[in-house]
T-cell receptor, first 114, second 115 residues
């Protein structure tokens, strides 16, 4: 069975600085999808970024980028130029193709300080 | 375009009572899901529906039933609520388009307390 581990329950960063959230996963599949979701205090889950394991290139979305290390089964999220609105819980998630089942990590609570 | 909507937003039940959580999406998505979120445990899949007319168990289906009423609506029923079902419940939907993006779009959640 696949598992997703987020070893940092809480992190903090100063506004405009860069922070990296860690995620590791365990799978025997060769192709799969990885996601980072953001959950602000409003509770709404929002997709931040998505990576397909077959793609070598790391995904980027504006200030958000990932460091995908397939051999190490690591999928970290880097947030550059942190903003107060980035304060949220961040969840890493894994999905096998066609399974439709997202497996979430336990989350990292990120606090951005002014 | 409202996306994924859930009703109610909050609910308090007594042990043994029943209730149905409603979910609807207006994005013409084929697949729909129910998750529960508990402190320190992330989101766990309760049931999902790959397409209209099908439902499947997820990680934690015990104590729940679901109905995929049509393509838009997917309800979650608690027949006899227990305190262990106190949680925040999220509905989600996803497309099955040619790009197979697999992105799931979430509703705002229902906070359920069972006393």
């Amino acid at each position: 069975a696949q598992t997703v581990t987020q070893s940092q329950p809480e992190m903090s960063v100063q506004e405009a600085e860069t922070v990296t959230l860690s995620c590791t996963y365990d799978t025997s599949e060769s192709n799969y999808y990885l996601f980072w979701y953001k959950q602000p205090p409003s509770r709404q889950m929002i997709l931040v970024i998505r990576q397909e394991a077959y793609k070598q290139q790391n995904a980027t979305e504006n200030r958000f980028s990932v460091n995908f290390q397939k051999a190490a089964k690591s999928f970290s999220l880097k947030i550059s130029d942190s903003q107060l609105g980035d304060t949220a819980m961040y969840f890493c998630a894994f999905m096998k193709p066609l399974s439709l089942r997202l497996i979430f990590g336990t989350g990292t609570r990120l606090q951005v300080f002014p | 375009n409202a996306g994924v909507t859930q009703t109610p937003k909050f609910q308090v039940l007594k042990t043994g009572q029943s209730m149905t959580l409603q979910c609807a999406q207006d994005m013409n998505h084929n697949s729909m899901y129910w998750y529960r979120q508990d402190p320190g445990m992330g989101l766990r899949l309760i049931y999902y529906s790959a397409s209209e007319g099908t439902t499947d168990k997820g990680e934690v289906p015990n104590g729940y039933n679901v109905s995929r009423l049509n393509k838009r609506e997917f309800s979650l029923r608690l027949e006899s609520a227990a305190p262990s079902q106190t949680s925040v419940y999220f509905c989600a939907s996803s497309p099955r388009d040619r790009d197979y993006t697999y992105e799931q779009y979430f509703g705002p959640g229902t906070r359920l307390t069972v006393t």
